[in-house]
């Protein structure tokens, strides 16, 4: 069952002389519980792409339609809204709050929402996350796979419809970032997560489904894996 659907989309900088074509007329779809890796070199428009995925950014033309809805349709209030609840984002740079802990940080996006955290969820993405014993620590008494490991649970509470993942191990040694690219493969198991994750290593892409691969605001391959 399709998930995503992405038709035409178009994201332009400047005019005339100046103009940049960041995407040029990308059209593709997701399915419900796939694992997709979206490739390319810096200026590519992989990260446009995501921004736009993530309704942070507005297309130039073209529609993004997220489980039915078309994200670009709905005014500010219920994009942000629907932004919240529908969509998880994993930034290279964790973006936690530093004055939160760990079940503060991984529970915010439902507080914000003015709802109560579902506890026997929270308890299991902690322990999925195998961050029990640092449940009570700060941002900076954490090593940055474990930084990692909070904004993947924090982008997971919602049980969003789409999970996506900016260079998610960008910012990490080997062996969290193997970690890390692990747990998004666990969340997708699990719990049939869908997820789109940004990279520019291709041997990182080789653990999803299937892989996109953008160059010059244009889709020049996609191909599954295995």
Do not use: W
């Amino acid at each position: 069952m399709e998930i995503l659907k992405v038709k035409d989309l178009c994201k332009s900088y400047g005019k005339g002389n100046t103009l940049v074509k960041a995407l040029d007329h990308v059209s593709f779809s997701v399915e419900r519980g796939e694992f997709v890796a979206i490739v390319g070199s810096s200026g590519s428009g992989k990260s446009t792409l995501l921004h736009l995925l993530g309704g942070v950014d507005h297309p130039t033309s073209g529609e993004i339609i997220i489980d039915g809805e078309n994200i670009y349709q709905l005014n500010e209030t219920n994009l942000a809204i629907f932004r919240r609840r529908q969509v998880g984002l994993i930034y290279q740079f964790y973006n936690l709050i530093p004055i939160l802990n760990v079940e503060e940080n991984i529970t915010l996006p439902i507080l914000l929402d003015g709802r109560k955290p579902d506890q026997t969820y929270l308890n299991e993405l902690i322990e999925m996350l195998n961050l029990k014993r640092r449940i009570n620590h700060l941002p900076n008494e954490l090593s940055g796979g474990q930084q990692q490991r909070v904004s993947i649970g924090r982008a997971l509470m919602n049980r969003p419809a789409l999970l996506l993942a900016d260079e998610p191990t960008g910012n990490l040694d080997s062996k969290a970032s193997k970690d890390v690219v692990e747990l998004l493969k666990l969340s997708n198991q699990k719990y049939k997560q869908t997820i789109i994750m940004i990279t520019h290593d291709y041997n990182l892409a080789l653990n999803a489904d299937r892989i996109i691969t953008i160059d010059d605001g244009k889709i020049v391959s996609d191909e599954k894996v295995g």
